[in-house]
């Protein structure tokens, strides 16, 4: 038995085995809901499977609409170990210029339909409902400005790519719109066959 087997035995002795956890995701919403009544914790489910789970105590967010700044941050990192996911967090700041927690999510995959998800629970949780082209988004340490009229954003991820960057994403459900909408022209199934088809007939090679 090689050492790194015997530290993977007592680990689980200790801490448990990580499958018999993910089975108590549900009492861990049911106790959450009951001890702070009006948190949201949703499970993300795809084909059947487990993806998610998304989390804001109501306390929180009670608290972050009652006195915080109206401005979030929002970021997302990797977790390493045998159930390697990736953790998407939200934190605003409070009048005492600190962090304050909002809320979080576990995912297995960092995607646009992931990040959507979570801000989609975010959007709704804050109440968070804002019109006009102009949005200021908060994010990896610094400020972005998104003009949903000119289809810019101060990080220019999305004027290089041509698809809403994850900061358009966030104003784009502000503004009670889809990101879809925001997609360059060149990606459009239209354009496609604009290209491709000539007279009817598809281009070979």
């Known amino acids: ?3 790194w087997t015997v530290k993977d035995v007592a680990l689980k002795k200790i801490h448990g085995n990580g499958n018999d956890q993910y089975k108590l995701l549900y009492k861990y919403r049911a106790e959450l809901m009951r001890t702070n009544s009006g948190t949201n914790v949703k499970f993300r489910w795809k084909r059947g499977k487990w993806k ?6 109501k306390a929180l967010k009670e608290a972050f609409k009652a006195g915080c700044r109206r401005i979030v941050c929002i970021d997302g990192c990797f977790l390493k170990g045998p159930y390697p996911r990736k953790l998407f967090s939200v934190v605003g700041i ?3 210029d600190c962090i304050f927690s909002i809320a979080y999510a576990l995912v297995d995959t960092k995607s646009t339909a992931t990040w959507t998800w ?3 629970n975010l959007i709704e949780d804050l109440e968070m409902h804002y019109r006009g082209p102009r949005v200021q988004v908060a994010g990896m340490g610094t ?3 998104i ?10 991820a999305w004027k290089l790519s041509g698809l809403p960057c994850i900061h358009t994403i966030v104003a784009t459900y ?14 459009h199934v239209s354009t496609y066959q604009r290209v491709l088809w000539r007279d009817g007939q598809k281009l070979k090679n």
């Open 52 to 57: 998610g789970i998304y989390v804001c105590l």
């Open 174 to 187: 502000q503004n009670n719109e889809e990101p879809e909408s925001y997609v360059d022209e060149c990606y």
């Open 94 to 96: 409070d009048s005492n």
């Open 143 to 145: 400020q972005f400005i």
């Open 1 to 3: 038995m090689t050492a």
């Open 118 to 120: 979570f801000i989609e």
């Open 147 to 156: 003009d949903l009229n000119d289809r810019t954003s101060t990080c220019r």
